[in-house]
């Protein structure tokens, strides 16, 4: 496990903290040396692929209706905000998604998280 600044998290990375708030872990798959992609952990055969909740707005849709999420556009980036415990959650990112997914991993495990 390496220990990660949740403002600096994108793209896979990003996607697996998010799965780490829904209760789910993935692991990456190989095919001989050549990677297939991440998937659901202990799902035998069906291959759940990794959601991209920080880039797909379906993937992200219930989890922002769900948790109250909602972001602003600024000058040169994007804030993202969650409300958790009267505590408001703030994070940036370079799209709507991003900033949103960064505010959510942050309000459940604070400035950084572990992940494999």
Known sequence: MTKHTISELTGTF??????KCEGKSYEQRFRGSMAEGWFETGVNGVGIPLPRPSEDWRAAGPIIEREHLYFTPNPHAW?????????????????????????????RF???IELA
């Open 14 to 19: 990003l996607d697996l903290a998010v799965a």
């Open 79 to 107: 804030t993202g905000y969650v409300l958790r415990n009267g505590v408001l959650f703030q994070a940036h990112g370079d799209t709507g998604p991003v900033a949103m997914m960064r505010a959510y991993v942050s309000s």
């Open 110 to 112: 604070g400035e950084t």
